[in-house]
């Protein structure tokens, strides 16, 4: 007892911030276990004595005992001088942390303001930072680290790169290096010893770990750190690429790390580039910000091709620079080594490989082209990179959010999707270059074609993509027996020579789309025999031809915009018994219909065939008579199965009470024209939960409500939380958005959840009766714009400061309506104020 207590005579608080005294007092702990076990074997000895208690019946053991206490006698020994020469020369526990490599910071100065302000409050502890790869998140990692040298020495600040392959002992490793614990004695340690004397030294000191390049979760308890708390005051940041990562580590605040704006972007190219080399001829500045914009403001990027472009001083070496990182990326130099092998590892990290199929099909789309998520699905599933099977809509959409939150997708507006030109670039040369696609993607999007290109292997082409190019027609008759998507949208296409499709026996998707000019499909269209996939929207078609009927294995028809079809010959859409998409908006809306055609008297033969198609699980659709309504809304299977609905024209409807029955995969509804209609219905009839499940609003995003003169109310919208889009005009009855006494009939639950929650946009116009949108103010968290035309009695807008807060609001209207405005308190009207746009100047 006496051996164990000098020991411990030794041990102060100060030790805990020294490198050699954090390693003695570990060695003292481990004494101390000793000790115990040498106490409690020598009472056991004491029974076994003989010869008047001098000596043991066992002499070896009598041998083995001395010669423990005997080291353990010099091991205390030792420690204990250790110990004094610890307190009087140990060093201080490196508190200031090392200074890390930090380039200037240029446009990210406002994200670590918020990330610094956020470590030094108290109840955040947790910190993650994600972004794409090559955006800067080391850099911000080591502004921060460095921040912490300027502070007073309070933290002990600890740096670790995690990398892909996270190993947790190399982690402890880095941390005992740190603290002073890594010695001979602490690589024979076994894990869990090692993360409690990491814990013993660190439950002593306020910390701040800083995490690199994390890929997965971390459990910091298995390294020996305990979780930041408001008690400890310690502080844990990380960089990675995975949003997801953010949630597993518990971070109390999560930023992410966004490229640079056009100003930055530009700032950081120019340095990087030189004054002496953009000065060398006057022609060079404009071709560098041409340059510059390729890299999409990604520093990685636009350093290397600074670096890369400094000493270039010709007007031709800039031209061609600009040129070669539009068409071949990969061969700019440095581009494959620094850029895309080190964004490769997003891409090698994704879970499988049907998810890396899908971010290459996405490099066939142009750059910063905003991407359709329901297209992109729609052509996964017809050409096979999603498995056919039930759910097979919701796998595709949960795929593209895991490509969001690995950071190689972003979120556009309108349920798009877009990719980084980098990304993009990237993409195309591990789909050319290097996986088993190698040689079998053709990608030539915006490159000004005006007829379609030669490609030297036709045979071996896979996927052929010439988007936004100026090709009129298609007379070539190329052989591509492995052609399996084929994307000749947003040209300027007249005609299609029907010996182009003759020999493209395996082509399973063909985008025709925003082709204006495009009249007529040639009669061998009919040789696709293997098409799943036809995308006609946006064109001039006047008629779908008989031989459509060939095509059994059609799953997706897009015929949305189609204003001037005027021709669908009867049971065509009912031949394909294997379509799962059917796409009718807007399709042939014009009065130019001709009589042996299923769109004919309003549709109503269409609806009849599509009760044909077993498989059909996606529809957007126009329905311009009763009878095509009533058809419609008897049956649950085409209303479950509706994702756009325009209801048009339809005279004796005056209660549309069946909505919120079935249709639970509606995001569009656009009502216009219906002169009886007054009311849109609530049945909350049954249990509240039964209605939550049946309503269909759930996924409702835009609702577009036009010329329905008898209509008074919205109230309906209650039960639509995620609505993002809302348009209403020249209805001259409509008081009030929502009706507070309609509200009082609706179930409590529902009641009590505020509307417009999601809303971004919200547009009033010729509502000459209209009074009130809602009678309290709304927080308004992701409202954009208010646009207000011609509506008189409009005298409130709920608003308040919460509704603007750190955020801007458009407000649309004209200024003699904003005058007669009433404000709860008038402060408001000054801050709105300067939203205002004068919709009368």
Wanted: glycine share 4%; with cysteine; hydrophobic share 40%.
């Amino acid at each position: 007892m006496g051996v164990s207590k000098s020991l411990l005579s030794h041990i102060s608080d100060g030790y805990t911030k020294c490198k050699d005294g954090c390693r003695w007092l570990s060695r003292v702990e481990e004494a101390e276990v000793k000790v115990e076990k040498l106490k409690n074997s020598s009472s056991q000895e004491i029974g076994k004595l003989c010869l008047g208690g001098f000596c043991s019946k066992n002499l070896k053991i009598n041998d083995e005992f001395g010669e423990s206490l005997t080291k353990m006698l010099e091991e205390v020994s030792t420690l204990t001088n250790e110990g004094e020469f610890t307190r009087m020369t140990g060093t201080i526990l490196e508190d200031r942390p090392d200074e890390r490599p930090c380039e200037t910071m240029v446009g990210s100065e406002s994200t670590f303001h918020e990330v610094w302000r956020c470590l030094v409050e108290e109840q955040v502890g947790i910190i993650g930072l994600y972004g794409m790869g090559g955006v800067g998140k080391t850099t911000l990692l080591n502004k921060i680290n460095n921040r912490f040298r300027e502070m007073p020495n309070d933290f002990v600040v600890i740096w670790v790169t995690v990398s892909r392959s996270l190993q947790l002992e190399n982690i402890q490793n880095t941390i005992g290096r740190k603290i002073g614990l890594f010695d001979d004695s602490w690589r024979e340690k076994s894990m869990e010893d090692k993360a409690l004397d990491i814990l013993r030294i660190l439950s002593k000191n306020k910390f701040a770990l800083l995490l690199d390049d994390i890929w997965e979760q971390i459990d910091l308890k298995k390294i020996g750190v305990s979780p930041p708390s408001s008690e400890n005051k310690s502080k844990v940041v990380f960089t990675t690429r995975l949003i997801e990562v953010c949630g597993k580590m518990g971070a109390d605040q999560q930023f992410k790390v966004e490229c640079l704006r056009n100003e930055d972007a530009w700032d950081l190219f120019e340095s990087k580039v030189g004054d002496v080399t953009l000065n060398s001829d006057p022609e060079i500045p404009e071709l560098a910000e041409l340059v510059a914009e390729e890299c999409g403001g990604l520093p990685l990027a636009l350093v290397t091709v600074a670096l890369a472009m400094a000493r270039e001083n010709t007007p031709e070496e800039w031209e061609r620079a600009v040129v070669v990182l539009k068409r071949l990326a990969h061969e700019f130099s440095g581009m494959e080594d620094q850029v895309f092998l080190f964004l490769k590892f997003s891409y090698d990290h994704l879970p499988t490989d049907t998810i890396r199929s899908c971010l290459l099909y996405c490099s066939l789309f142009p750059e910063d082209h905003s991407i359709s998520r329901k297209g992109l699905i729609d052509c996964w599933i017809s050409e096979g990179v999603l498995d056919d099977r039930n759910g097979i809509q919701n796998e595709g959409y949960r795929n593209i959010n895991v490509l969001i939150r690995a950071c190689l997708l972003e979120e556009a507006e309108n349920n798009h999707v877009k990719m980084h030109d980098v990304i993009r670039d990237m993409a195309l040369w591990i789909a050319t270059k290097v996986e088993k696609e190698s040689g079998s993607f053709y990608v030539q999007t915006g490159a000004e074609l005006t007829e379609m290109p030669e490609i030297e292997e036709w045979e071996n082409v896979r996927r052929i993509s010439v988007i936004e190019n100026k090709i009129e027609s298609l007379e070539i008759i190329p052989t591509c027996p492995c052609l399996k998507t084929l994307f000749l949208n947003n040209n300027h296409l007249k005609m299609i020579s029907g010996n182009f499709f003759q020999s493209m026996p395996s082509l399973k998707v063909l985008n025709l789309s925003n082709n204006p000019s495009l009249s007529d499909l040639p009669s061998e269209i009919s040789m696709l025999v293997s098409l799943q996939h036809l995308d006609l929207s946006g064109t001039a078609i006047k008629e779908l031809p008989q031989e459509l009927k060939s095509l059994v294995e059609l799953k997706c028809l897009n015929l949305e915009h189609t204003c001037q079809l005027q021709a669908i010959p009867h049971h065509l859409i009912s031949n394909f018994l294997k379509l799962q998409v059917l796409r009718l908006w807007e399709c042939g809306s014009s009065n130019e219909v001709a009589e042996a055609s299923v769109l004919f008297n309003d549709a109503e033969s269409l609806v009849e065939e599509l009760l044909c198609l077993q498989h059909l699980n996606m529809l957007s659709i126009n329905l311009k008579s009763d009878h095509a309504f009533e058809t419609f809304f008897k049956s649950k299977k085409l209303q479950n199965c509706t994702q756009s609905l325009c209801l048009q024209s339809l005279p004796r409807q005056n209660c549309l009470k069946a909505l919120v029955a079935n249709l639970k995969q509606m995001d569009t509804l656009k009502i216009m024209d219906c002169k009886c209609l007054a009311e849109l219905q609530l049945d909350c009839s049954g249990e509240m939960g039964r209605l939550r499940e049946a309503c269909g609003f759930r996924s409702l995003h835009t609702v577009n409500i036009s010329s329905c003169p008898k209509l008074s109310d919205l109230t309906w919208l209650v039960i639509a939380p995620n609505l993002k889009c809302l348009v209403v005009s020249s209805c001259s009855n409509i008081k009030d958005i929502f009706c507070d006494k309609k509200i009082s009939d609706i179930p409590e639950k529902i009641r009590k959840t505020i509307p417009f929650a999601k809303l971004e946009f919200l547009e009033l116009q010729q509502l000459k009766n209209l009074k009130s949108i809602y009678w309290n103010a709304m927080p308004f968290r992701h409202l954009k714009e208010i646009k207000v035309i011609g509506c008189p009695k409009l005298k409130k807008l709920p608003l308040d400061f919460n509704s603007a807060k750190e955020r801007k609001i458009d407000i649309e209207g004209e200024q003699d309506w904003w005058d007669r405005l009433q404000w709860v308190d008038p402060v408001f009207s000054t801050l709105f104020q300067k939203f205002l746009v004068r919709t009368d100047d």
